[in-house]
């Protein structure tokens, strides 16, 4: 229960991170402080959040047994194996990802 509460706070985090990214070049609050800080925050805390939940899950399935342990283990290492296979074609081939032009205000109206 607890677990789960805390994940969720990771997860608003991890939303608002993705609505940064997807404002990106022109995120609220562009060069001003608290935008500079907000970033920085949310970031930390995203880490600091998920890190801590895996560690308890470790330290759950380290009681289970060997075996659960190198499950998870088998799990985390092929949900990167699929982030990875779904992300390269849509950065690397498709170009779905722009970049912004340098020197040029892209925020502008």
Not at 64 to 73: D, N, P, V
Request: aromatic residues 12%; charged residues 5%; hydrophobic residues 55%.
């Amino acid at each position: 229960m607890v677990l789960g509460a805390v994940s969720a706070v990771g997860g608003l985090f991890a939303v608002y991170l993705l609505v940064l990214a997807a404002l990106s070049p022109c995120p609220p609050f562009l060069g001003n402080n608290i935008g500079i800080a907000l970033v920085v925050t949310s970031w930390i805390i995203f880490t600091g959040v998920f890190s801590y939940v895996k560690v308890v899950i470790g330290s759950l399935l380290h009681e289970a047994g060997h075996s659960a342990l190198l499950w998870c283990g088998v799990f985390i290492q092929a949900g990167s194996l699929i982030g990875a296979l779904s992300m390269f074609p849509l950065v690397s081939i498709y170009n779905v990802f722009k970049r912004a032009q340098d020197c040029i205000d892209n925020c502008s109206d």
